[in-house]
């Protein structure tokens, strides 16, 4: 049983359309993340949300827009893409609460735009 | 603000030798420390983490890494490295109130024949 898993792995997609990146785990966490890594490898933390509540925010595009509907799942759409959002976006679940962010990664999604 | 520096963006070893990857952090309070690795097109796996308690960390794969709070540093070891132990191998830091991990800048480790 996958504890974090994201869909789809891969998406290719043309610049100025939306699409959306899913993420559910089953290790009962009450905080989740979105990370991005780019082309040099450097992950940065995108969002952080605990209990369904949005707790990070880190000057992401407002054409980002995560949405949380319990806390298994915590999905990732995005608007009229650019070029510059090609990247590994990685769905991440942590306990929460204790400060010891001890994260579960995803396989990741591997967005490329054209 | 928490930060952590790893020197190195490549390090090379031959097989059997000893694996040394460096780490600093920055954290205005008492820091909880990882190392993860990343294989080709796959996800971060958790080494090891440091969490206030034994100093000396073991992880798995035989990795164990140090905390060593003069030097603010955690590096990461492993006594004899194995062609498996190819990867990419990121230092994080996270701290109390603030629920989130904080990057190094990764350390790709190739393994010599």
């Known amino acids: 049983d996958t504890a974090v898993s994201q869909t789809p792995k891969y998406l290719v997609t043309q610049m100025g359309n939306d699409k959306s990146i899913k993420c559910e785990q089953n290790?009962?966490?009450?905080?989740m993340y979105w990370y991005k890594q780019d082309s040099k490898k450097f992950l940065k933390i995108m969002f952080s949300?605990?209990?369904?509540?949005?707790?990070i925010n880190e000057t992401v595009p407002n054409r980002f827009s995560p949405k949380s509907p319990d806390k298994a799942h915590l999905n990732l759409h995005i608007n009229s893409l650019e070029l510059g959002d090609s990247a590994v976006y990685f769905c991440?679940?942590?306990?929460?609460?204790?400060?010891?962010?001890?994260?579960?990664f995803g396989q990741g999604t591997r967005l490329t735009v054209v | 603000a928490q930060s952590v520096t790893q020197l190195g963006s490549h390090v090379s070893v031959s097989e059997g030798a000893l694996v040394l990857l460096r780490c600093n952090y920055s954290?205005?309070?008492?820091?909880?420390l990882f190392w993860y690795v990343q294989y080709p097109n796959q996800g971060l796996q958790l080494l090891l983490k440091?969490?206030?308690?034994?100093?000396l960390v073991k992880g798995i794969n035989g990795f164990e890494a140090e905390f060593k709070k003069s030097e603010t540093s955690f590096h990461l070891t492993k006594p004899s490295a194995h062609m498996s132990d190819a990867a990419e191998y990121f230092c994080?830091?996270?701290?109390?109130?603030?629920?989130?991990?904080?990057f190094g800048t990764g350390t790709r480790l190739t393994i010599i024949p």
């Open positions: 991440a679940s942590s306990l929460g609460g204790t400060g010891v962010t001890e994260a579960f």
């Open positions: 290790l009962g966490h009450d905080t």
């Open positions: 949300y605990n209990n369904k509540e949005l707790i």
């Open positions: 954290s205005s309070v008492p820091p909880y």
């Open positions: 440091y969490t206030s308690a034994a100093t």
């Open positions: 994080a830091v996270s701290e109390l109130g603030n629920e989130k991990l904080t």
